[in-house]
C-alpha cells in the first residue's frame, strides 16, 4: 500500500453499539475502516481486500472468530490481527494466539491501549514488509535481492519474489499449489506456472531453498 494512503482496518464484531463505536474511534485515529458483523462477511472482506490489521471477536455468527482468522491464515493472510472478546482468561488468550492472532484484548478494554496496541501491531507489521527471514540470509521486499550472510545479494524478478516472501511469511506452513497460484500469480494460469517458479527460485537460490511436500505442495526450505 502506498505510504500516502491511510492505514487499513478491518473490524469484525456482532454487537453494532461496540462496532458503531470502534469505526467510529479508528476513523478519528485516520483509519480507513470496513466493518463486519458477522464471520462470513468477515471471511470475505479478509479474503478479497488489503489491510493493515484486523480486529476481530470471538463471538460471532456464521464463523466463529477464532475459526475465521483460521481460515484466513490458511489461505495466506498474514494480516496482523487482534482479538477482542469478553472471554478474557488464559486459557482463551492462548487459544487466540495460537490460532494466529498477534495480541489478544480482554473486554472491557481501555480505549488508549487498544490503539497503543494496534499501533505496535502496524509498526511490526511495517518492519516484516520490507524484509523477510530466511534460512541463512533474508529477503528484502523493495529491491527483490536475496541478501545472504555470506555471499552476494541475489536480484529477484518481480514474480520469484512474490512467490518467496508468500513462503517466507509462514515458514513451516505447506502451501497448496492451488493456494500459491490464487495468492501469487493470475488465477487464469494453470498451476504449472507454480512448478515452473519454484524452479527459477532453486536455480538462483539452490534447490533447499523450497522444500517439496509429496502430495500437499510446497513450503520454504531449510536453506541448506
Known sequence: MSVTEPPRVLVVEDDPQLL?????????????????ADGQRGLHLGLTREYDVIVLDRGL??????????????????????????????ADRVAGLDAG???????????????????????????????????????????????RDNGNPVRLSERECALLATLAARPGHVFSRSQLLGLVFDAAESEVVVDTYVHYLRRKLGRKIV??????????????
Open 20 to 36: 458503531a463505536m470502534l469505526r467510529t474511534l479508528l476513523a478519528d485515529e485516520g483509519y480507513a475502516v470496513d466493518t463486519a
Open 211 to 224: 522444500d517439496t511436500v509429496r502430495g500437499r505442495g510446497y513450503q520454504l526450505g531449510s536453506g541448506r
Open 101 to 147: 492472532a498477534e495480541d489478544y484484548l480482554g473486554k472491557p478494554f481501555d480505549v488508549d491501549e487498544l490503539l497503543a496496541r494496534l499501533r505496535a501491531l502496524r509498526r511490526r507489521h511495517l518492519d516484516l514488509a520490507r524484509s523477510l527471514p530466511l534460512p541463512g540470509g533474508r529477503l528484502e521486499l523493495e529491491t527483490r535481492n536475496v541478501v
Open 61 to 90: 455468527p456464521a464463523i466463529e472468530g477464532l475459526d475465521l482468522l483460521g481460515r484466513l491464515r490458511g489461505k495466506g493472510v498474514g494480516t496482523p490481527t487482534l482479538v477482542l472478546s469478553a472471554l478474557g482468561n488464559p
